[in-house]
């Protein structure tokens, strides 16, 4: 069965930190793009971090800069999204996704081909 399947969310205080994971099965994420978005009733999807393939250029949002870290497992198939210092803003459902790769293999910007279901962040005050 091809998915990617997010884990590590749940209740955390304010300040506190969480460790998400996106595993995926079935498809690789090796060799692509890998973003994490988050996403709230009323609130419309946004965009959290990405890590290329090799992991060496890394984007984030403004409001996440110098509190997530995105990284990418040894093994490949498992993107990392470590939250620290977390407050009431973040809290939201956090998925992943795979973006897709143009025939040359450079990104295809903002397309992505794969989502997990999401895990839910609530961070209390």
């Known amino acids: 069965q091809v998915q990617l399947v997010e884990s590590g969310g749940g209740l955390v205080q304010v300040g506190g930190s969480l460790r998400l994971s996106c595993t995926a099965s079935?498809?690789?994420?090796?060799?692509?793009?890998v973003g994490w978005f988050l996403q709230d009733p009323g609130r419309e999807r946004d965009f959290v971090a990405e890590i290329n393939w090799s992991g060496r250029n890394i984007n984030y949002a403004d409001s996440v800069k110098g509190r997530f870290t995105i990284s990418r497992g040894n093994a490949g198939n498992t993107v990392y999204l470590q939250m620290d210092s977390l407050n009431p803003h973040d809290t939201a459902v956090y998925s992943c996704?795979?973006?897709?790769?143009?025939?040359?293999?450079?990104?295809?910007?903002?397309?992505?081909?794969?989502w997990g279901q999401g895990t839910q962040v609530t961070v209390s005050s």
């Open positions: 079935g498809i690789l994420l090796g060799g692509y793009p």
């Open positions: 996704a795979r973006e897709k790769l143009n025939n040359d293999s450079s990104p295809a910007r903002g397309k992505f081909d794969y």
